[in-house]
């Protein structure tokens, strides 16, 4: 009997166990959408309660300065390119000429670019103001002030202030500084000429020209295409680092992966449809929550720089010493032609080498140390190497061209600040902007100071 019962509650328990096991399959899978919407919904109430609606509807899964910085790359028709990722901020338009070029009028909360595609505030006259100094800042993503917090922390916008308080002072205390005539007498000529120089009493424009991504070749191109035609007083290039990462086989920086994306069309629709997918699954305040609260990307140390191609920057860097040479004698190459043009319009041209982290070795700050540690322990060494070519190459180009050529070195520009002064290999924070807009001014203030008239002595009446 006693068996009995047990055979019986076990085949009780067994279609208890049938009837749960057979739920329809359309059922399930039916909930799945549900359950998502559910969260979705959870999701968003709660971003709006934290206040963070506003933020969450830029968030792209990293850090919102760095989205604002990402280029975003538009065809001629100033449509996104499909297959390629359109999360940036920063619109650039194809060009035949220079590769691509900043599309005007557009701004975020961090950057502005004017109506010409400089990254100014105001728009520059094509004619230029009689009393108006023109300094043009051209470069790639360091000169142009990536993950700078706006427009007035970039180097050439502090360099135009520094100008421009100089002479303001100069007007208001006259008294300190180099008078226009010197005195005849021996001990007030000592006494003046102890006294600093003036410089040149104008309004001082720096037009920051640069764009993110553009190595030598896009900026000489640039230079004869756009900057020449708004007669420019001086010429300040800083650059390098652009022209080590940029294969020896491409003239100079383009939209990555376009030839790609033309020669292949079936590759080309399988990359655009990836892309639209990873849009939506993006645009889920239930993966930005994920992302924001859980993963913390916005904490993380993203180095980028522009064009983002997707390899590591140490595979970047030239892997063997024939490349090597192949990519400086470009830079080389470009930089002389840069020269001959700025000579013969007679600009004076200032050729500076970027920053780089590496300059810091003993000054580095814990987060400068996790970057540092990013790239790798043969980044260090393979930097070095191609800095030291890129500097063989300036001094090249100076010793040929004497005459209307200043060169500077500002790799180690920001060696004694003791702040963090970058915030991935190559972009500087405000601090590190204006440690580099200190040495500019040194620099230039030289060749603006005005000299004293020596003392003349006034003729005698006639009779």
Do not use: C
Not at 407 to 415: E, G, K, W
């Amino acid at each position: 009997m006693f068996r009995t019962s047990r055979k019986t509650y076990r085949s009780g328990f067994s279609s208890y166990q049938k009837k749960k096991k057979s739920l329809p399959r359309w059922l399930i899978l039916g909930s799945i959408p549900l359950i998502l919407i559910g969260l979705e919904l959870i999701a968003r109430l709660g971003v709006g309660i934290a206040g963070k609606t506003a933020e969450f509807a830029s968030y792209e899964g990293e850090p919102l300065n760095v989205t604002a910085y990402r280029l975003r790359y538009l065809d001629r028709a100033n449509q996104p390119y499909d297959g390629l990722p359109d999360r940036g901020r920063l619109k650039v338009k194809r060009s035949s000429l220079m590769g691509y070029k900043l599309v005007g009028n557009q701004q975020s909360n961090v950057w502005r670019i004017n109506e010409q595609g400089f990254r100014t505030e105001q728009a520059i006259a094509p004619t230029k103001p009689k009393d108006e100094v023109r300094i043009f800042v051209l470069g790639g993503s360091t000169a142009f002030g990536q993950m700078s917090s706006s427009n007035q922390t970039t180097f050439a916008n502090q360099l135009e202030t520094r100008f421009n308080q100089q002479v303001a002072t100069q007007k208001t205390n006259s008294a300190k500084f180099r008078p226009d005539v010197l005195p005849y007498y021996a001990d007030e000529l000592s006494k003046a000429m102890a006294l600093p120089p003036r410089i040149r009493e104008s309004r001082y424009r720096v037009i920051n020209a640069a764009v993110p991504g553009y190595a030598s070749s896009n900026e000489l191109a640039q230079l004869t295409q756009q900057i020449l035609a708004y007669k420019p007083d001086y010429v300040v290039i800083v650059d390098g680092y652009a022209d080590l990462l940029l294969p020896s086989t491409q003239e100079g920086a383009d939209i990555p992966g376009i030839e790609g994306m033309l020669e292949n069309a079936s590759g080309h629709f399988t990359a655009a449809l990836s892309e639209q997918l990873k849009y939506w699954f993006n645009q889920s305040y239930l993966i930005k929550s994920i992302q924001y609260w859980l993963l913390h990307p916005q904490d993380a140390l993203t180095p980028m720089i522009p064009p983002d191609t997707g390899v590591a920057i140490s595979q970047r860097l030239p892997a063997d010493t024939d490349e090597l040479n192949r990519r400086v004698s470009r830079y080389r190459n470009n930089l002389e032609q840069i020269v001959r043009l700025t000579t013969s319009a007679k600009i004076p041209l200032i050729v500076a080498l970027q920053p780089e982290i590496t300059s810091r070795t003993n000054t580095l700050t814990s987060r400068e140390k996790q970057i540092l540690n990013q790239l790798g322990s043969s980044y260090p060494q393979q930097v070095k190497t191609g800095y030291d070519q890129l500097q063989q190459s300036i001094a090249q180009v100076k010793q040929a061209s004497p005459q209307g050529v200043t060169t500077l070195n500002l790799y180690d520009a920001t060696a004694a600040l003791k702040d963090d002064a970058f915030h991935d290999p190559i972009h500087l924070t405000d601090k590190g902007n204006a440690a580099i807009a200190n040495k500019l001014y040194e620099s230039m203030a030289n060749s603006l100071t005005v000299q004293p008239k020596p003392f003349a002595q006034p003729e005698p009446p006639a009779r």
